[in-house]
């Protein structure tokens, strides 16, 4: 493909391969031999203290190392939340429509509940259908919503606190883009105003590379024992030498280090990409730029997303419609979706260009 904008991934040719291997070898040559016996489920106290920090001072949430439970990226934490709340009694969970409907409803089925999806609008998850549904469990992505890239409003973040107050509920909060915002600091974690009511999972898929399989999750202590030990049944722990050497990467401001490089990658894919659309199809309004590596275009009302991939796929250009977002995979009102992580810039604008006549007379 010239350019292909799919979503999810980060510039995976920038993964800092020589920091991974000094952090493994040093990792190794400090672990006691004890570490290579089965361990604590929740994972190396080492990367927990780590990732505590790292939760306290960069997403300002009210990370306690005790309540951390280690796991294989966000789609095993959400597994794991899932079932630890249906253990608890509850039987339905709702979702952000559009979201991810396909993971979240194959997560919820295989913990036995139902899940239930809730419309989003320009401040992010509508609390009142939410409180509708009767659900007792919601999952949302309030740093920057997927995809819409909605930031989840002040207001709202609030509501969404009250609702689970007040129905008993938990908030399954997915971090799992917040380190690159743009415009300012990002937004803390909705944990940090709620740590009672709010399950944080986290993912280095977008901060170092989805092969890694490595995330954390901040538990309400009333949830951690649940969590512990369904995290327990499913695979005894994460790889610890794995755990050891992040816990190494991030100790030693390699980490941040490479956030920051990454923070300027992306920053620059993402004004190619706008001034490749305002050159090429200036009629295109672009939203959800604030953070992470996606923008929604917003075609216009009787636009074709399915007709207008289809022809950008017969030019070498990959693009993906919002219908795929959509519990009732609408494609309307038709949106692109358009990943810019693991696009350079010059292909950024290659693509763009390369289809130009087709966003002015199709998009
Ligand atoms: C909305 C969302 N959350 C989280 C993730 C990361 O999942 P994982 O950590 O399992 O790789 C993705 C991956 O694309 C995603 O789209």
Redesign the pocket.
Known sequence: LLADFR???PDLGAFPMPDWLWAVREAARRMPVAELDYGDPRGSAVLREVVAGYARRVRAAAADPEHIVIC???????SLTLSALARGGVRRVAYEDP??PA?VRAAAAAAGLEAVPVPVDEQGIDVGALTATGARAVVV?PAHQ??TGVVLGPERRLALIAWAAAHDAVVIE?D??AEFRYDREPVGALQGLAADRVVS?S????SLA?AL?I?WLLCPPALADALVSVKHISDRGSPVLDQLALARLIESGRFDRHLRRMRGTYAARRTALLAALAEHAPGVAVTGLAAGFHAVAHLRETADERGLVAAARARSVGLYGMSTCRTSRATAPPRLVLGFGNVGERAVTAGISAIGDLLRERG
């Open positions: 979503w999810g991934v294989s990226g966000y789609a095993q934490g959400l979201g991810s993971s992505t997927w995809p997915d799992y883009d999972i993912t280095v898929s977008k989805p399989r995330g």
